[in-house]
């Protein structure tokens, strides 16, 4: 062996021992596989699924973000690096040796060089041996792949967004791997249509002429639900025409587009695995309760922590310390504190007041832990007290996330602890003589109650009624902005409570009430001494 050859092998037998020092709690790869069973179960004859991994994402200049995988992608094949391919079939397939398969994950080559600078990739031993895959490649065969996807009735991929960067680092980056596939796969995002997109067109094909303004009624609702309609451009001159004979030109047309064939299938994957991944395992729940917690106990370190003199960054970090120091890789999305009026922008993330003085500040932020993302949010007193003003609306947003939690029952629709909460909400506000009437439409509580949580802190889903394993948010909130139409003492009040819920067939479990939410457990929480106050590090600005 040569000494280049020496070292080569030195370093990828080093890097194999410091990846053996890594988190060994992620999912594992029978998990992974359940997952890909359950999902090939969905799948019709004669079928393939082609999923792809996320592409790195550049910062600036040489600098990318640190990579993050796509859930979807995660989920199927656990495996947490960019420039990956899953092909999954309906059925067996058979190669030219005789070798039967029904799935193939292609993922990034293994280069010493690469690896010294960025980190070690697992390659296609790490495939086959760490997740479970009996046929992996290098990425590099998916672009000189013989798949015939021609051959397949369907092909379920998720829609592109066409906005990957050709860095050319990589002879098979996620640029080059969806170039190929839809070289190889004939595709043309002209011959598939959206199922609301689909539906309108074959509104647009049964109506007779006469009672075209009722559809163009229904087109301009759903502009509205999805505005990518206004690009379809046939679709929104038929919505504007006056000549039957223009309209009739263009339901033809449209009528045409409908009738297109393709084998490409832009819904099958989201819908589908929406539905698996709304209902979570028992290894899934072990990762997103341990998640929910840290991040409530991060709640717990800076409500004893917090003082009047300390800037929104500042509470941000502590909240983050927390995370890091139980291992959380990430943060599930962009941390919001926001302290009076801020607390009213409800994706505020600026945080960069420096003083939050006596106001409240509203914290919602959640842990990533192995890939499962928390979302808790709870708004306190700077001060350790609440006003009376202060008090007054926070008991209303207390009573109406009870109320809520309390409708989380399996069988029951999802929409209703949403009704439950802007009810009681709506009453509280007229009582404090906020609102005119318990019926008027007013902007203080903007947004709905419950989302999914797991791979994603919006995880996809059905909405349709809870099931036994679903993990689903409450956060009512209410937020009176400077300059609203009310007496000034509400003005800059922003307030949201926000919890996991665990649905059981015992009740709604909330998994995130190791953080205080009453009123006199949050005064009671901020009065204890915390073990950051007599951290004090060096003036540096004189």
Same mark, same amino acid.
């Given at each position: 062996?040569?000494?280049?050859?020496?070292?080569?092998?030195?370093?990828?037998?080093?890097?194999?021992?410091?990846?053996?020092?890594?988190?060994?709690?992620?999912?594992?790869?029978?998990?992974?596989?359940?997952? !890909?069973?359950?999902?090939?179960?969905?799948?019709?004859?004669?079928?393939?699924?082609?999923?792809?991994?996320?592409?790195?994402r550049n910062r600036a200049n040489d600098v990318d973000y640190m990579f993050h995988q796509d859930p979807n992608f995660y989920y199927l094949t656990g495996y947490r690096e960019p420039n990956g391919v899953l092909a999954m079939f309906s059925e067996n397939q058979t190669d030219a040796d005789g070798t039967t398969y029904n799935e193939i994950l292609?993922?990034?080559? !293994?280069?010493?060089?690469?690896?010294?600078?960025?980190?070690?990739?697992?390659?296609?031993?790490?495939?086959?041996?760490?997740?479970?895959?009996?046929?992996?490649?290098?990425?590099?065969?998916?672009?000189?792949?013989?798949?015939?996807?021609?051959?397949?009735? @369907?092909?379920?991929?998720?829609?592109?967004?066409?906005?990957? !960067?050709?860095?050319?680092?990589?002879?098979?980056?996620?640029?080059?791997?969806?170039?190929?596939?839809?070289?190889?796969?004939?595709?043309?995002?002209?011959?598939?249509?959206?199922?609301?997109?689909?539906?309108?067109?074959?509104?647009?094909?049964?109506?007779?002429?006469?009672?075209?303004?009722? /559809?163009?009624?229904?087109?301009?609702?759903?502009?509205?639900?999805?505005?990518?309609?206004?690009?379809?451009?046939?679709?929104?001159?038929?919505?504007?025409?006056?000549?039957?004979?223009?309209?009739?030109?263009?339901?033809?047309?449209?009528?045409?587009?409908?009738?297109?064939?393709?084998?490409?299938?832009?819904?099958?994957?989201?819908?589908?695995?929406?539905?698996? @991944?709304?209902?979570?395992?028992?290894?899934?729940?072990?990762?997103?309760?341990?998640?929910?917690?840290?991040?409530?106990?991060?709640?717990?370190? /800076?409500?004893?922590? #917090?003082?009047?003199? $300390?800037?929104?960054?500042?509470?941000?970090?502590?909240?983050?310390?927390?995370?890091?120091?139980?291992?959380?890789?990430?943060?599930?999305?962009?941390?919001?504190?926001?302290?009076?009026?801020?607390?009213?922008?409800?994706?505020?993330?600026?945080?960069?007041?420096?003083? /939050?003085?006596?106001?409240?500040?509203?914290?919602?932020?959640?842990?990533?832990?192995?890939?499962?993302?928390?979302?808790?949010?709870?708004?306190?007193?700077?001060?350790?007290?609440?006003?009376?003003?202060?008090?007054?609306?926070?008991?209303?947003?207390?009573?109406?996330?009870?109320?809520?939690?309390?409708?989380?029952?399996?069988?029951?629709?999802?929409?209703?602890?949403?009704?439950?909460?802007?009810?009681?909400?709506?009453?509280?506000?007229?009582?404090?003589?906020?609102?005119?009437?318990?019926?008027?439409?007013?902007?203080?509580?903007?947004?709905?109650?419950?989302?999914?949580?797991?791979?994603?802190?919006?995880?996809?889903?059905?909405?349709?009624?809870?099931?036994?394993? $679903?993990?689903v948010t409450m956060e009512p909130g209410i937020y009176i902005p400077d300059g609203s139409n009310c007496d000034k003492k509400w003005w800059g009040i922003g307030i949201r409570i926000e919890d996991d819920i665990l649905v059981t067939k015992n009740g709604p479990i909330n998994l995130s009430a190791e953080a205080p939410r009453t009123v006199k457990?949050?005064?009671?929480? #901020?009065?204890?001494?915390?073990?950051?106050?007599?951290?004090?590090?060096?003036?540096?600005?004189?």
């Amino acid at each position: 062996m040569n000494t280049y050859k020496f070292l080569i092998a030195l370093f990828l037998v080093s890097t194999f021992s410091v990846f053996s020092q890594t988190p060994t709690d992620y999912l594992g790869k029978e998990f992974h596989k359940s997952r !890909r069973e359950a999902l090939r179960a969905k799948m019709p004859a004669n079928s393939v699924a082609v999923v792809f991994a996320n592409p790195l994402r550049n910062r600036a200049n040489d600098v990318d973000y640190m990579f993050h995988q796509d859930p979807n992608f995660y989920y199927l094949t656990g495996y947490r690096e960019p420039n990956g391919v899953l092909a999954m079939f309906s059925e067996n397939q058979t190669d030219a040796d005789g070798t039967t398969y029904n799935e193939i994950l292609y993922v990034q080559k !293994r280069d010493a060089r690469a690896e010294q600078w960025n980190g070690k990739r697992l390659g296609v031993e790490g495939a086959k041996n760490e997740l479970g895959f009996k046929v992996a490649f290098n990425a590099e065969a998916f672009i000189n792949t013989t798949i015939d996807f021609k051959k397949f009735d @369907r092909i379920f991929i998720e829609k592109f967004n066409d906005d990957y !960067r050709n860095s050319n680092r990589e002879k098979a980056e996620i640029y080059d791997l969806v170039r190929s596939f839809k070289e190889k796969a004939a595709y043309n995002p002209k011959n598939f249509l959206s199922p609301l997109k689909k539906q309108i067109y074959e509104m647009v094909k049964a109506t007779p002429i006469e009672n075209s303004a009722n /559809v163009a009624q229904i087109i301009g609702r759903a502009v509205a639900y999805d505005p990518s309609l206004k690009k379809d451009t046939d679709l929104m001159q038929y919505k504007e025409a006056t000549s039957d004979k223009v309209k009739k030109d263009l339901q033809q047309k449209i009528s045409l587009k409908l009738d297109a064939k393709t084998n490409i299938d832009v819904s099958f994957l989201s819908s589908n695995l929406a539905t698996l @991944r709304e209902v979570k395992t028992a290894e899934e729940l072990k990762l997103l309760t341990k998640a929910v917690r840290i991040s409530a106990i991060g709640q717990v370190e /800076v409500m004893k922590a #917090m003082k009047p003199h $300390m800037s929104e960054t500042e509470l941000q970090g502590i909240h983050e310390f927390v995370y890091k120091k139980y291992g959380a890789e990430y943060e599930g999305y962009p941390s919001i504190v926001g302290a009076g009026n801020n607390g009213c922008i409800l994706h505020y993330i600026e945080n960069n007041k420096t003083k /939050v003085g006596n106001d409240l500040v509203l914290m919602d932020l959640g842990a990533e832990y192995r890939g499962y993302t928390a979302d808790v949010t709870r708004t306190i007193p700077a001060n350790g007290k609440f006003t009376d003003a202060q008090k007054a609306i926070y008991e209303i947003v207390y009573k109406a996330q009870e109320a809520g939690i309390a409708a989380y029952k399996i069988g029951e629709s999802m929409a209703k602890p949403n009704q439950i909460a802007r009810q009681i909400t709506n009453e509280g506000l007229y009582k404090l003589g906020i609102i005119k009437s318990v019926d008027e439409k007013h902007p203080y509580f903007p947004h709905g109650t419950s989302h999914h949580i797991g791979l994603d802190v919006h995880d996809p889903g059905n909405y349709g009624n809870f099931e036994e394993n $679903m993990v689903v948010t409450m956060e009512p909130g209410i937020y009176i902005p400077d300059g609203s139409n009310c007496d000034k003492k509400w003005w800059g009040i922003g307030i949201r409570i926000e919890d996991d819920i665990l649905v059981t067939k015992n009740g709604p479990i909330n998994l995130s009430a190791e953080a205080p939410r009453t009123v006199k457990e949050i005064e009671k929480m #901020m009065a204890k001494k915390s073990v950051l106050n007599d951290f004090v590090l060096p003036n540096l600005d004189d």
